[in-house]
């Protein structure tokens, strides 16, 4: 049988930068209020000038080293929507930031899923017996690709990253990643997209308008798709191992909107206090949002070993998905 994927590490990091909702509301038709009622964003850390994404990678994978206690790993896979260069990827600058050495290294373009995708391509690597260890990372620097004078996306991004690592083990061991559900419809690519810098643009032959290099979202048509495809995939993966919706410890969704979150956890009937919030202090950190979030929940003490987990995100694409783990017994660094 091939070997089961492990989470053995985890690390966090966000870049010092704080900016409240009163500061994004200046000179933009929109209100703390509002933020806050909204959406449940009170703050999110932002890159200052020269930050990367592999910046943030590096720490973030730095930290989950650390957890795991180890200095190399076989690969390395970046889920970012926010890549240094348009080419080549950043997972191999990541890797040699790091001092991995000549390790397989490649990026994950899934946006606010891709921490779920970069967990799949990791057990894939680990099964496919290419890796005994992974290090998984998810780092955006989001706010990059933000007009700060579009309200539809200035008030909910923010920036950050987190990563774990994944060793080859048993399904029996905790955790093990479980129940692994993944899906995409691009019919629905239009809803969050940035609409230049790529071959479509490109091979127009026209030149892009400025904005255009900043990523436009449809909020509410993505709102209603999120409850609804997010709530799906979580029974999905459910079912695969073997769990009852009351059966799980803490759900850790993707950090979109906190209106999301308790829609999926009511029609899921898992108790509100169970499904596990940061995206006040951070805002929606797109691919990053869930390895922060397991980073915020463990390191309050919420999220110990042995806890029932189900992670799930949905976003541009558009992709969503949900994975299964029994919380392992790690430190992470934060
Ligand atoms: O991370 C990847 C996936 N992304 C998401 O999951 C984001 C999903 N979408 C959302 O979180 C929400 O749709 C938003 C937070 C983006 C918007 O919230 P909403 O409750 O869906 O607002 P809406 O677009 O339905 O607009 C409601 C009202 C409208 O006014 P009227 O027509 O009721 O008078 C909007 O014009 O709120 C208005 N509005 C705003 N007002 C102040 C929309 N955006 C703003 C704003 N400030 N920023």
Redesign the pocket.
Known sequence: MNPAAVVTGLGTTAPETVVTNEMVARG????DE??RT??GIRERRVVTSGTATSDLAVDAGRNALKSAGLDEVGALVLATTTPDHPCPATAPTVAYGLGLGEIPAFDVSA??SGFLYGLASGAGLIAAGVADTVLVVAAEAFTTIIDPTD???????GDGAGAVVLRAGKTSEAGALLGLDLHSNGSMAEL?MTPAGGSRQRSSGRVAEPHEHFMG?Q??T??VN?VMKMEQSSRTALAATGWETGDVDWLIG?Q??A??LSAVAERLEIPAERAYINLDRYG?T?GA?IPLALGGAADEGLLTAGHRVLLTA???GATWGAVTLRWPEIVPVV
């Open positions: 933009l038709d929109t209100s509002w933020i909204r959406t946006v606010c309200r539809n996306t200035a008030p909910i991004f969050i979202m909020g509410r993505v709102f999120a993707h979109a909107n209106r999301i929606n797109a949002s949905f976003g541009g």
